[in-house]
């Protein structure tokens, strides 16, 4: 039987949204933090961050030690324009996802390849990912390259060098016209990237992966080591929904990438788009 707390991450700061999702989940949880950026109220279970939203991985860094407690087996990361399948509750989280003993959970990885040809604007940090932010040390703090790509493949997620189309997309993205698209595309790829091209491929300078990440389930074992990396990943800045499932992969010693699980028929998460149940403060 699990012991799960259930860490609620706001994106953005909408404080009235708090009582409401408590409300909703402390039948089920005893346990519940939120993580909201800039808070400066005096809720003793709200942990305030600061970082973009387009890096709330750090979240998970800086609030670490004020979640973070050995009697906890699981953590649920969850957003607060999400909810989670009624059904799941702190004690049977791990039975009702179907987890494996010591296994986390991630919905999917998107693995970046030859074979793909959408492109995706935020794939660039990673090509990137050493120059994104300066004054970012954060080489001595990895496992080195080959040891990283060791760790994607044994979660079944295989690293290779990317085409041209796989990091541009063959279109040229809205508000750009198409001699634009190609001067953008000359400069990166024959003159900022050249040290990492090989033929008509780029090698990443370090491995990475993509998945929608608004609902985790870490383990105890997993969580400090995962929390470190998310951290050291809004330092090189990584948009977060490539630095959550690559510091999960880092990290988690089980097969963290699974298809999204069905209960009763029903997806163990489903997104609120319209934020219906407050507004910010």
Known sequence: ????????????????????????????????RFLVPFYDGDRADVIPVYESSHYFQSYFAQGFHRFFDEKFSHYIFIGD??????????????????????????PEFIRFGPE????????????????????????RELPSREEAVARFEANGVKVQPL????????????????????????????????????????????PIAGSYSDILVITRDTVRDFCRYCGIMGAAGLFVEIAIPTALLLTSKKDPGRERTEIAGQSIVGTRRNRSVGNRT
């Open 163 to 206: 085409t041209k189309d796989a990091i541009f997309g063959k279109r040229a993205p809205r508000g750009k016209k198409a001699w634009q698209f190609w001067l953008f595309k000359q400069f990166h790829f024959r003159y900022k990237w050249k040290k990492f091209r090989n033929g008509s491929k780029i090698e990443l300078p370090y």
């Open 116 to 139: 793909h040809d959408y492109g995706w604007w935020h794939g660039f940090k990673g090509v990137d990912f050493f120059g994104n932010r300066k004054g970012a040390e954060i080489i």
């Open 1 to 32: 039987m699990s012991n799960a707390c259930l860490v609620i991450v706001f994106n953005h700061r909408y404080d009235k949204n708090i009582p409401v999702l408590e409300k909703l989940y402390a039948p089920r949880f005893r346990n519940i």
């Open 81 to 106: 324009d999400c909810i989670l399948n009624p059904s799941i509750n702190e004690n049977n989280v791990a039975e009702a996802m179907g987890l494996a003993p010591g296994a986390d959970f991630i």
